[in-house]
Nanobody, 114 residues
Framework: QVQLVESGGGLVQPGGSLRLSCATS????????MGWYRQAPGKQREWVAR???????NYVDSVKGRFTISGDNAKNTVYLQMNSLKPEDTAVYYC????????WGQGTQVTVSS
């Protein structure tokens, strides 16, 4: 059974940084590309970043140069390093496979505000 548990969110000032973690199970990191998604209040969930085969990465234009996705197969964990955070990055962040499957976890709240 696949479980995804996100953590690392919080309240940060504009320009600050956070590192999100996603603990995975079921060996899915070795099977599927993994990604991070986010859902802001009143908006649809959107894809943010993905990692394929541990090294190839892609990002939505709005986070390019600020966010970095990485994975540690030994720890079964996917990370999202977020730098230069902006108020518009405020959202609940989720990890999932890419394309997403019915594995959604609870997510972790990121709030960027002064």
């Amino acid at each position: 059974q696949v479980q995804l548990v996100e953590s690392g969110g919080g309240l940060v000032q504009p320009g600050g940084s956070l590192r999100l973690s996603c603990a995975t199970s079921g060996g899915i990191m070795r099977i599927y590309p993994m990604g991070w998604y986010r859902q802001a209040p009143g908006k649809q969930r959107e894809w943010v970043a993905r990692i394929i085969s541990g090294d190839s990465t892609n990002y939505v234009d709005s986070v390019k140069g600020r966010f970095t996705i990485s994975g540690d197969n030994a720890k079964n964990t996917v990370y999202l390093q977020m730098n230069s955070l902006k108020p518009e990055d405020t959202a609940v962040y989720y990890c999932n496979t890419v394309p997403a499957r019915n594995y959604w976890g609870q997510g972790t709240q990121v709030t960027v505000s002064s």
